[in-house]
């Protein structure tokens, strides 16, 4: 697949264009939160958000409006509009007819949120619940590295294709699933970490090792964190500390 950028995404250099737009994007996020530094900024970088983005879109603000984008007709305000503030839903035809929105791409300062509650490191394993687009999964692999894993789970079959498209594309290859994210991914366990962006909980503690954490950002507005919880589950020390009945 080719990206719009001017070459394929795997291997490619980034055009001064994109490299200009990402670091605006990147010093953006001291607008909303504490700057996005080390190896979160530097994921940032190395996973640009126009690969997840489709040319047909919505721009989504605070107050619940949405200005649509299209790369084809207007690419100078789709690319304004990517590498904004903003999250993005990705367009789907309605069974009634019509044009609905779904996969919502969230803003730049709430994925760095959600990267920093999770603190994800090298070498770990992570359960996602709720691919969407594959940018926050790309994200995640690039935090992990080559010793650590991924496993995302994705309840829509049409979101999950597109997400995989996204992903092979931009040379990365976590482990994703279509299905149910309430009932994890026991086989890929345990995990380090859970991100859940969709979905209702039921098992994932169970899959997770002690002193695991989970972020369930489901409260999350169009795209906005500012409602995510983060659980740190019991470590081993504190099971060995329990008395024996």
Not at 23 to 52: C, D, N, S, Y
Not at 77 to 106: F, H, K, L, Q
Not at 197 to 207: D, F, N, R, V, Y
Not at 223 to 229: E, F, L, S, V, W
């Amino acid at each position: 697949m080719s990206r719009h950028d001017g070459g394929t995404r795997q291997g490619s250099s980034m055009l001064p264009h994109i490299a200009w737009r990402l670091e605006a994007m990147i010093a953006a996020i001291a607008e909303r939160r504490a700057p996005a530094t080390g190896p979160i900024a530097q994921a940032l970088r190395k996973v640009p958000r126009h690969w997840f983005v489709p040319s047909q879109g919505l721009a989504l603000d605070d107050d619940g409006g949405a200005v649509p984008i299209d790369r084809d007709t207007d690419p100078h305000g789709w690319w304004d509009a990517v590498y904004s503030g903003s999250p993005i839903a990705t367009p789907r035809p309605s069974e009634r007819g019509g044009t609905a929105y779904t996969c919502v791409n969230p803003a730049p300062s709430a994925v760095a949120d959600l990267l920093e509650l999770l603190e994800v490191g090298p070498g770990q394993r992570v359960l996602e619940v709720g691919t969407g687009s594959g940018w926050v999964t790309a994200l995640l692999c690039r935090l992990t590295g080559e010793a650590g894993g991924v496993t995302s789970i994705e309840s829509d079959p049409a979101v999950a294709e597109a997400a995989g498209r996204n992903l092979a594309a931009a040379g990365i290859r976590p482990h994703l699933f279509v299905g149910e994210g309430a009932r994890g991914c026991p086989e890929r366990g345990p995990y380090d970490r859970v991100l859940v962006l969709a979905g209702s909980p039921e098992s994932w503690t169970g899959q997770t090792r002690p002193g695991a954490v989970i972020v369930d950002a489901r409260d999350g507005h169009a795209g906005h964190t500012g409602h995510a919880h983060r659980t740190v589950t019991p470590s081993a020390e504190y099971y060995s500390g329990l008395p024996d009945y």
